[in-house]
């Protein structure tokens, strides 16, 4: 499901005196980070911060923001989620991210079987593991491998399997 602002990560500390803050980014890479000029409080976008730097630091990213400018109001900050505004990304066609995955409706692309919808998401360095809530609550895994995952249509909600012999069957 497409939602316009996304969560980016979390500040978890102050770093240094001057204002500037630990961010801990919930994206592939804290280089992600260093593209936005604009971060935003909440997921409605109605509170917006400027971003004066940003500069990767091993997993983190220590964020500079606009009316920070010391230690205390750093401490405020502490624990506060930072989103983005998704046209912001500047996405490749056909990407998306795995926020929109949540919500979205499963299906099996021979029998058109609503099979639950995707509920989480793990990632385990070979490929991501989708987990799917079926409509009996049971929650099945599936890898997110081409040969599985047909189709994903985070705009319209819909995602297209071919699932693994069994693993939708009641007697698992």
């Given amino acids: 499901m497409i939602k316009e602002y996304l969560e980016l990560g979390q500040i978890v500390s102050t770093h240094g005196i001057k204002g500037e803050v630990r961010f801990n980014p919930w994206c592939d890479t804290p280089e992600f980070v260093k593209k936005f000029k604009t971060l935003y409080f909440d997921a409605s976008g109605s509170k917006s911060v400027k971003v004066l730097s940003a500069r990767p630091h091993g997993n983190i990213v220590i964020l500079m923001l606009d009316g920070v400018d010391n230690v205390d109001k750093a401490r405020e900050l502490k624990n506060t989620v930072l989103y983005i505004k998704?046209?912001?990304?500047?996405?490749?066609?056909g990407?998306?991210?795995?926020?929109?995955?949540?919500?979205c409706r499963v299906f099996d692309c021979n029998s058109g079987e609503s099979l639950g919808t995707v509920c989480d998401v793990s990632e385990t360095g070979a490929n991501d593991v989708w987990h799917i809530k079926t409509p009996d609550g049971k929650e099945v895994l599936i890898p997110a491998v081409k040969e599985i995952v047909i189709d994903t249509d985070v705009e319209n909600g819909i995602i297209k399997i071919n699932p693994i012999k069994g693993l939708f069957d009641d007697e698992n």
Wanted: net charge neutral.
């Fill in 95 to 103: 990407s998306w991210f795995i926020q929109e995955l949540f919500g």
């Fill in 86 to 93: 998704r046209s912001d990304a500047r996405l490749p066609s």
